[in-house]
């Protein structure tokens, strides 16, 4: 601040005058530098991050696939014989128990099959009888005896044949479950094996997924399923059921990658839950708990996006000083990448707590806070 002051007129004022003249400069300046102390007191920057401590426990992460419900247990219903359906006991959408009868064929031409086979039968019964009691006085050789033996059994598995045509002109349900669909129209004339009508277990359902060949390179070999399970911990989330989660299990998968896609297929079953609908064709996610166990070495693993390079291509992290809450610039050495996460097999040692959301906006020195505080 310049102040120019006017002499000739200072003169002029007389001694008093001049006397309250400075007075008031003085106070002008006293105000204007007290003023200029306040400007420079500033409030220093508390950022905001995210915090991991490193530490020998598991490090974990998540990764999702997206997949389509099927049944865990589902029939594409057939006759075993063909005929005429003449009865068509169900409609789509209807729950069936085991043992029920679905439709039914026109039995008459296997009834009459069956009757004809148990005449037939009863004949070689009879002849039987009458050689075996002939052969006690010699009144026909052995050789005979055995045709007729023969015969007679020939004619009992044509009686089997016939009868069982004739059970298979009802279809049963093999399983509790839904007619999902009908695939025939009423009274059609359907061959044998010819689907009619698709039955699902609505009540254990599967969820089946694609693992590209990266993420199926991560499962450390020799796991039982057991194991796999323990370590995943699979669950199911539904795309029309927004934050809603089903714990699930592996069922099985292939070892072998689609020569297509590349990809190899996982199947997860879960329980349907009783208050809502989940049908098969919905779509959804198997969410798995990537779980990375720190090696032998104590090599961690941390949040890929938490490293950052410098302009001589030098790896580091932002570690937080427990005392002060304050970041420091901290070399590391990486090695290879797990998913969204990195081995560091320098650097960092348990008990560590670094940043790793936010790293480029963070200078040395600065102050910061966990982003996610307690109970949150």
Known sequence: MTIHLNTSLLYKLGSNGRAIVVASLLAALTLTACGADKADVRTPVVRPVRMLTIGLENASSTQDFPGSVTAAQQSDMAFEVPGRIVDMLVSEGDAV???????????????????????????????????????????????????????????????????????????????????????????????????????????????????????????????????????????VEIAALANRQFPASIKSYT????????????????????????????????????????????????????????ADNNAYVWIIDAQTSQVGRHVVRVGELVGDRIRVVEGLVAGDRIAISGVHSLTQGMTVRDLIQPGQ
């Open 255 to 310: 070892t072998t990658a689609d020569p297509t896609t590349r990809t190899f297929s996982a199947t997860f079953a879960f329980e349907a839950p009783v208050d809502f609908t989940i049908r098969p064709g919905m779509t959804g996610k198997v969410i798995v708990t990537a779980i990375e166990e720190f090696v032998a070495d104590q090599v961690p693993l941390i949040p890929a996006g938490a490293v950052i390079a410098d």
């Open 97 to 235: 128990a085991e043992g029920t009868v679905l439709a039914r064929l026109d039995p008459r031409d296997y009834q009459a099959g069956k009757d004809r086979a148990e005449a037939q039968r009863n004949a070689a019964n009879a002849d039987f009888n009458r050689y075996t009691e002939a052969a006690v006085s010699n009144a026909v050789t052995p050789q005979s005896v055995d045709v007729a033996r023969r015969n007679l059994e020939i004619a009992e598995a044509d009686l089997q044949t016939a009868q069982k045509a004739l059970d298979e002109t009802e279809l049963i349900a093999p399983f509790a479950g839904r007619i999902a669909r009908k695939l025939v129209d009423d009274f059609a004339n359907v061959q044998a094996k010819q689907p009619i009508l698709n039955l699902q277990n609505e009540f254990s359902l599967e969820m089946q997924v694609n693992v590209a060949e990266r993420d199926w390179a991560q499962i450390r070999p020799g796991l039982s399923r057991e194991e796999m399970n323990a370590i995943a911990r699979p669950l």
